[in-house]
């Protein structure tokens, strides 16, 4: 059975830091790129970083760009975001994603909520 767990999302002040995990279980973790997507109320979901299957490329949305950091530890089958100087308009759902080839896996999603 394929499952994405989020966690680490809460309730923080601006300018503050969380550091989001994503546990991925029943798949070759170590095969998928991951990514992490975010939708605020009354947006589309956006993608907000990505990273290769090895972890050698990341990339980043210009808004996380030099705030979010994404990585993977592939022997623990978990891919992280750090997420510095939170802004308000951080606040949203955050969503891990595995992606190869027609493989598409979504979790449940963690809440952020960035308020003072």
């Known amino acids: 059975q394929v499952q994405l767990v989020e966690s680490g999302g809460g309730l923080v002040q601006p300018g503050g830091s969380l550091r989001l995990s994503c546990a991925a279980s029943?798949?070759?973790?170590?095969?998928?790129?991951m990514n992490w997507f975010r939708q605020a109320p009354g947006k589309e979901r956006e993608l907000v970083a990505a990273?290769?299957?090895?972890?050698?490329?990341?990339n980043y949305a210009d808004s996380m760009k030099g705030r979010f950091t994404i990585s993977r530890d592939n022997a623990k089958n978990t891919a992280y975001l750090q997420m510095n100087s939170l802004k308000p308009e951080d606040t949203a759902v955050y969503y891990c994603?595995?992606?190869?080839?027609?493989?598409?896996?979504w979790g449940q999603g963690t809440q952020v909520t960035v308020s003072s």
């Open positions: 994603n595995a992606r190869y080839y027609l493989y598409d896996y």
């Open positions: 029943g798949f070759t973790f170590s095969r998928f790129a």
């Open positions: 990273i290769s299957s090895a972890g050698s490329n990341t």
